[in-house]
């Protein structure tokens, strides 16, 4: 399992999100940590990224839809 920091530029602020590459198959996944809740982001049919969540685990906790959409922006630029 390989352990990267993607660096985001959200709300005028520079972050570094730890994430970690999984390999479901053939598929790649990267699941990334944002504040506590982690997030699986992964290629569609299309070859657009798309996150997903377990909601039951983030029911009631803050977290960031715009901060997942930076994410991508920048996965998507590599």
């Known amino acids: 399992m390989d352990t990267l920091e993607i660096p985001v530029i959200?709300?005028?602020k520079e972050l570094s999100?730890?994430?970690r590459v999984v390999r479901f198959g053939y598929v790649n996944h990267i699941v990334v940590d944002l504040g506590g809740n982690?997030?699986?982001i992964e290629?569609?049919?299309e070859g657009n990224y798309r996150a997903?969540?377990?909601?039951?685990?983030?029911e009631g906790s803050k977290f960031d839809v715009d901060l997942i959409k930076a994410v991508i922006t920048v996965l998507q630029s590599l």
Request: glycine share 6%; hydrophobic share 25%.
């Open 38 to 40: 982690q997030i699986t």
């Open 10 to 12: 959200y709300k005028n």
């Open 43 to 45: 290629r569609d049919e």
């Open 17 to 19: 999100l730890k994430a």
């Open 52 to 58: 997903l969540g377990d909601t039951k685990k983030m």
